[in-house]
């Protein structure tokens, strides 16, 4: 298992395998990974040639200070438990490397990302798809993996996946029923103007049939 910190080697080292035919999932994470992540890592390795778990610990979706710098940071734990369920890379940039210049992008889908979690943290839904459309950049997957505790984040993430309109992608999570791989179109270049975007309701009444059910 590789570990990476810089995009640019990430790239090339991707480049190179999408020549050869490879398919490539994508396990983003914050780091602290327990057996919930440990899933998805293994998932992701058994359905994709490439599995790449990212481990950055994103400031831009933290309200309050004191939380991110509690936040804990486990990487050698991190990097073992990747390697122990498949991962080919992980993926750990400092916030300088994601992050070069302030990322002014601003991504609202009402009301999916301003009702409860989004009323009660003003801005942490908008910093979880500016690093989640980040990675897409970067890693450009056949597949993204997520889990579905937080069905909400999930709903949100489903509406920038669907927006972001270049090449297809699959958005894979857990739920108590089982696996669920929903394909969705992505686009690798999104403006301020289109990432302003208010989704139509039927759209955001097929995202709430997500329940609020934890998944372990």
């Given amino acids: 298992m590789k570990l990476i910190n810089n995009i640019v080697e990430l790239e090339n080292y991707l480049f190179d395998a999408r020549k050869e035919g490879k398919t490539i999932g994508l396990v983003p994470t914050m780091g602290a990974l327990h057996e919930g992540h440990a899933s998805l890592v293994k998932r992701c390795s058994e359905e994709n040639d490439i599995t790449v778990v990212s481990v950055f610990l994103n400031p831009t979706q933290f309200n309050d200070p004191g939380d991110l710098e509690r936040y ?120 301020r103007r289109a990432c302003h975007r208010t989704y139509d309701i039927q759209g955001v009444k097929r995202e709430r049939g997500l329940r609020q059910e934890p998944h372990a």
């Fill in 72 to 191: 804990p940071r486990t990487l050698d734990a991190d990097c073992k438990l990747c390697e122990e369920m498949g991962a080919t890379v992980v993926f750990a940039p400092s916030v300088k490397e994601m992050y070069p210049t302030p990322d002014n992008r601003h991504f609202e889908f009402p009301p999916v990302s301003t009702v409860m979690e989004g009323a009660k943290r003003p801005g942490h839904f908008n910093g979880v798809c500016q690093v989640v459309s980040r990675l897409f950049y970067i890693v450009r997957p056949d597949r993204a993996y997520f889990g579905e505790k937080d069905w909400q984040q999930i709903a949100v993430i489903k509406q920038l996946v669907r927006h972001l309109k270049h090449q297809d992608c699959r958005v894979c999570h857990h739920t108590r029923r089982g696996r669920t791989c929903q394909k969705l179109t992505q686009q690798l270049a999104c403006s």
